[in-house]
């Protein structure tokens, strides 16, 4: 039953005219990365890993947006849900399952988007092996899963938000931002916290504060410094971030359950 | 045997109004009837099927099915739902929407196999079955949706205005498929505005409206075309607009 549900899910995304559009887009930003790889002439590595990876997480994020949010959006818009909370599926189930459903199709447009990551890095390094530098591929690797967790992440939130917001867009628009703050609030905080105190407002420091610890930190799965330095990846920090992508999605899912346990389903 | 007892639904609207889509409505049904639910447009008819179904939860009163209540699980796992104006998942062949139905029953591969071919044969969909549902005309996506609520060969079948949106052949399938569900003994729960359909289907027929039940009867012992008594019963009440 829970299997079912997931398949579902996956061959909704699959089928999506959105993946594909996505997927092309990415494809076409990996092949200028490399033409654009030979027109720089210093640190071609640690360009193209940026951009490479930066190209993956967009895809990604993209995939959360126009695939995720619309698939569960759909399914209470048009009543499909009814078919399966109609019989003996315990609401808990379905949504795990949706969940599951959506992580599949995350993963799998993941494990596209890091081959083609892979490609392109490789053909930059053989067509600039002189320029190439300390870019670990392995790193690279690692720096997928961790796009990958945090999308995961992001993906609860955004079934937290559909179960209270009145309407799609405004779930998209609610996911959207905590993205956009959950990735810059680590920056802002470094950034206030070295500037000296007398700088900023004391309001202004409590509310970074604040939108810190309120926010997911997103920044903790962000590794393209990491991988395009060829720096060394602590497992201490990496299993860290793992764990609390994992974790913070499991009490944002959990939270989404409650929700949903209670909704009217009219 | 479904059992509704002092069941009252309100639903809020915008800027603090209510409608009360349901007033204190107890009704049995036994198990093996077949019971007509007919009304007016916004009676609250679809309101007490979502409620039976637990897909909306009551604000007072309890409805249980063969004495589980409703809010568990279990009592829904042997009931077939068809909701008004259907929707499946579109980008999903009928084969496939029907092994996606049987699955969440539980039921294994064969089953489903045998059962879908057998539904879709008599809903005259055979043809169409390896089709994206997304293609289908709104006739033959009432038909999936029937095909689908049917596939685990409920015991309680809940079918809101099952006629809608099909030719006469299709509805003659639908009759003569109910027919059926009623000579095997299961439970129907209709809610239709085909009155004919109802008088010659149904062993009991409840007339809700404005949210309450107005007339609760056998159907053998009308006295009267169930038309003409559903008027009169609407007309009692004073109703002259939807609300
Ligand atoms: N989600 C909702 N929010 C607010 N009011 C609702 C909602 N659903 C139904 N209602 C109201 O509840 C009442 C009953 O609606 P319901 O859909 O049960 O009617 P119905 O008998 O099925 O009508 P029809 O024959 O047109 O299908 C109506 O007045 C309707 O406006
Ligand atoms: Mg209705």
Redesign the interface.
């Known amino acids: 039953m829970l299997q079912a549900i997931i398949k579902v899910t996956f061959l909704e995304g699959l089928r999506n005219k959105a993946v594909y559009g996505i997927s092309l887009m990415a494809g076409l930003m990996m092949i200028f990365t490399v033409v654009l790889s030979g027109m720089i002439m210093r640190d071609v590595g640690k360009v193209a890993t940026d951009f490479a990876l930066s190209t993956a997480t967009f895809a990604a994020l993209l995939v959360v947006l126009f695939v995720g949010i619309i698939i569960l959006a759909r399914d209470l818009e048009r009543k499909t849900i009814y078919l399966a909370l109609s019989r003996s599926v315990p609401r808990s189930n379905y949504l795990v399952a949706r969940f599951l459903g959506l992580g599949l199709l995350q993963g799998f447009v993941m494990l596209l988007l890091l081959v083609a990551s892979l490609i392109t890095l490789v053909l930059v390094k053989n067509m600039y092996a002189r320029y190439f530098g300390a870019v670990s591929l392995g790193l690279v690797a690692v720096a997928h899963l961790f796009v990958f967790v945090q999308m995961l992440l992001l993906t609860a939130l955004s079934i937290l938000f559909s179960m209270v917001a009145s309407s799609p867009f405004v779930t998209f628009i609610l996911t959207i931002l905590t993205w956009l703050i959950g990735s810059s609030t680590q920056e802002v905080k470094l950034l206030i916290e070295s500037a000296g105190s007398d700088k900023f407002f004391p309001v202004v420091k409590i509310l970074v504060t604040l939108a810190y610890y309120l926010f997911p930190n997103f920044a903790l799965f962000d590794l393209k410094a990491t991988a395009a330095h060829g720096l060394t990846l602590h497992a201490g920090k990496a299993g860290f971030a793992l764990l609390y992508g994992l974790g913070y999605s499991v009490a944002v899912l959990s939270l989404a359950l409650v929700l949903f346990k209670r909704k009217e389903l009219t | 045997m479904i059992i509704f007892e002092d069941v009252c639904k309100t639903?809020q609207l915008e800027r603090g109004k209510k409608v009360s889509a349901v007033q204190c409505l107890s009704l049995v049904v036994a198990s093996g009837e077949v019971f007509g639910c007919i009304g007016p447009n916004g009676a609250g008819k679809s309101t007490t099927i979502?409620l039976l179904?637990?897909?909306?939860?009551p604000d007072s009163g309890t409805i249980t099915i063969n004495s589980l209540p409703s809010r568990d699980?279990?009592?829904?796992?042997r009931?077939?739902?068809l909701?008004e104006?259907?929707?499946?998942?579109d980008?999903?062949t009928a084969h496939?929407y029907l092994?996606?139905?049987g699955?969440?029953?539980?039921l294994s591969s064969s089953i489903i196999a045998e059962r879908s071919s057998l539904l879709l044969e008599k809903l005259k969909l055979s043809q169409a079955a390896n089709r994206r549902i997304s293609g289908y005309s709104k006739g033959m996506q009432q038909r999936t949706a029937i095909a689908?609520a049917l596939i685990?060969n409920p015991d309680l079948v809940?079918l809101d205005e099952p006629m809608s949106g099909l030719d006469p052949l299709g509805r003659k399938l639908i009759f003569d498929l109910i027919a059926e569900l009623k000579e095997q003994g299961k439970t129907v729960f209709i809610s239709s505005h085909v009155l004919t359909d109802i008088e010659r289907l149904c062993d009991r027929v409840g007339i809700i409206v404005q949210g309450r039940l107005c007339h609760e009867g056998q159907v053998s012992d009308l006295t009267m075309p169930l038309e003409e008594l559903f008027l009169q019963v609407v007309a009692d009440t004073g109703l002259d607009e939807v609300k």
Not at chain 2, 73 to 77: H, L
Not at chain 2, 85 to 89: A, H, R
Request: hydrophobic letters at 40%.
């Open positions: 639903f979502k179904l637990d897909l909306i939860r699980n279990a009592s829904r796992a009931v077939g739902y909701p104006n259907p929707c499946q998942y980008f999903l496939e092994a996606y139905s699955n969440l029953s539980g689908a685990h809940v």
